[in-house]
Nanobody, 131 residues
Framework: QLQLVESGGGLEQPGRSLTLSCVAS????????IGWFRQGPWKEREGVSC????????NYLDSVKGRFTISRDDAKNTVYLQMNNLGPEETDTYYC????????????????????????WGQGNQGTVSS
């Protein structure tokens, strides 16, 4: 069974940090680019960051550049998102996802915010930023 499971969210104060983990199972993580997305109440889903297979490249939403870092450890089947200097407006449910197939085209589409109709999604993990 193809599966992505997020963890590491929770409650944190403004200006502090959270690190999210996305653990993959049922497929070979190293072959796939992985993206992080977020969505809050009454907000559209947005792509936050993505990392190509083998970590050859990564992309970030402009508003998180310099604060968020995506990384992967394929030996542990895990992709991470380190989020620093968080603001209350970043209170969202965070999801990791992959496209339905491998390859450069699919990684580009994922990093453009399009996980595709056959993408694999995690269940989501809530990150709340509040004092």
């Amino acid at each position: 069974q193809l599966q992505l499971v997020e963890s590491g969210g929770g409650l944190e104060q403004p200006g502090r940090s959270l690190t999210l983990s996305c653990v993959a199972s049922g497929f070979t993580l190293s072959m796939f680019g992985i993206g992080w997305f977020r969505q809050g109440p009454w907000k559209e889903r947005e792509g936050v960051s993505c990392i190509a297979s083998a970590g050859l490249s990564d992309n970030y939403l402009d508003s998180v550049k310099g604060r968020f870092t995506i990384s992967r450890d394929d030996a542990k089947n895990t992709v991470y998102l380190q989020m620093n200097n968080l603001g209350p407006e970043e209170t969202d449910t965070y999801y990791c996802a992959r496209r339905g197939a491998t390859g450069v085209y699919n990684e580009h589409r994922l990093c453009a915010g399009d996980p595709g109709r056959s993408g694999v999604w995690g269940q989501g993990n809530q990150g709340t930023v509040s004092s």
